[in-house]
């Protein structure tokens, strides 16, 4: 996934957190008059939950837009190549080169 993808993942995350942590606070605040949940955790989670949307949004903010992030390979040149054939005299003195990985024609392969 390139950045750009990551980065909206993490965002619907970090607001899926966000809005459940307003129903705990919500439902915290009912429950505050029997003593369950204490006012200061919840206020603390939801501080958290703020410094880490805000975190989130200097992220995305310092992040390359998506058309720059993503390098398209250069156009491929193509070469001709002819039809017609090949000038036999590339291979005419064919006897004195080395057969490719072999050694030359007086010495054994290995």
């Known amino acids: ?3 750009h993808d990551e980065l909206t993942a993490v965002q619907r995350c970090v607001d899926d957190l ?3 942590v307003g129903r705990l606070e919500q439902q915290a605040d009912g429950a505050l008059a029997g003593g369950a949940l ?3 955790d919840v206020r603390r989670v939801r501080t958290d939950t703020d410094h880490l949307r805000e975190s989130v949004a200097l992220l995305r903010a310092a ?3 998506p058309s ?3 390098t398209e390979p250069p156009p491929r040149e193509f070469v001709t190549i002819p039809d ?3 000038d036999s005299s590339l291979w ?3 006897g004195d080169l080395d057969d490719e990985g072999l050694g030359g024609c007086d010495r ?3």
């Open 1 to 3: 996934m390139a950045l």
């Open 18 to 20: 966000v809005r459940s």
């Open 38 to 40: 204490a006012g200061v």
């Open 63 to 65: 992040a390359p837009p």
């Open 68 to 70: 720059a992030s993503r």
């Open 84 to 86: 017609t054939p090949y």
């Open 92 to 94: 005419a003195n064919a």
């Open 108 to 110: 054994h392969a290995p």
